[in-house]
């Protein structure tokens, strides 16, 4: 089912682990395949990706494909450390 990029603006993302990672800011888009690549995430400092940032301010951007579920919130699966 398709999705609007409007509709996952600021919703939480969550591990499949149960892990915050942070929210929604944005996403990338794939212009050449018209397709999400990538979800810009804030508020990573306060997730389980905080050590991945020096700056409170910065945002990582997370494959789309990791993607595993969209509803109340997102649920990723994050690769093993």
């Known amino acids: ?14 591990t499949t682990q149960g892990y915050y990672v942070g929210e929604v800011y944005d996403a990338m888009i794939d212009t050449d395949k018209g397709v999400v690549s990538g979800i810009v995430v804030s508020d990573v400092y306060r997730g389980c990706l905080k050590d991945k940032v020096d700056d409170p301010s910065k945002k990582v951007v997370i494959p789309y494909r990791i993607v595993e579920a969209i509803g109340n919130i997102i649920l990723v699966k994050l690769p093993k450390k």
């Open 1 to 14: 089912m398709p999705i609007k990029v409007s509709e996952i603006l600021n919703k939480k993302i969550y």
